[in-house]
Nanobody
Framework: QVQLVESGGGLVQAGGSLRLSCAAS????????MGWFRQAPGKEREFIAA????????SYTDSVKGRFTISRDNAKNTVYLQMNNLQPEDTAVYYC??????????????????????WGQGTQVTVSS
């Protein structure tokens, strides 16, 4: 099991930026594909972005393409989500998640939350208009 701790959320005006961080425990962080999800009140948890073990492959949901960037630093056991040009509809609790499947069984990143094994506690992002 991997412990994940998100940070960096807060209140920002529309058009502003935030950078979320997710620190992972353990020494095998580089073996995991990582993802960011978000959940707004009354809505399902939705996929935002994912990054492969090496960081060489990324995937984004359409609504954040060109505005959000996922990255990782395996030496620091941390995955990031840079969020620019934030809009009120981006308001949600943001979660990072780890996909611990071995590379031979799951070489590519996934956009479905069922593929992820471990989740952080979430960090609130609120965007005012």
């Amino acid at each position: 099991q991997v412990q994940l701790v998100e940070s960096g959320g807060g209140l920002v005006q529309a058009g502003g930026s935030l950078r979320l961080s997710c620190a992972a425990s353990g020494r095998t962080f580089s073996n995991y594909n990582m993802g960011w999800f978000r959940q707004a009140p009354g809505k399902e948890r939705e996929f935002i972005a994912a990054i492969s073990r090496s960081g060489g492959s990324t995937s984004y949901t359409d609504s954040v393409k060109g505005r959000f960037t996922i990255s990782r630093d395996n030496a620091k056991n941390t995955v990031y989500l840079q969020m620019n040009n934030l809009q009120p509809e981006d308001t949600a609790v943001y979660y990072c998640a780890a996909d611990r499947a071995p590379i031979w069984s799951r070489p590519s990143v996934k956009a479905t939350k069922d593929y992820y094994d471990d989740w952080g506690q979430g960090t609130q992002v609120t965007v005012s208009s």
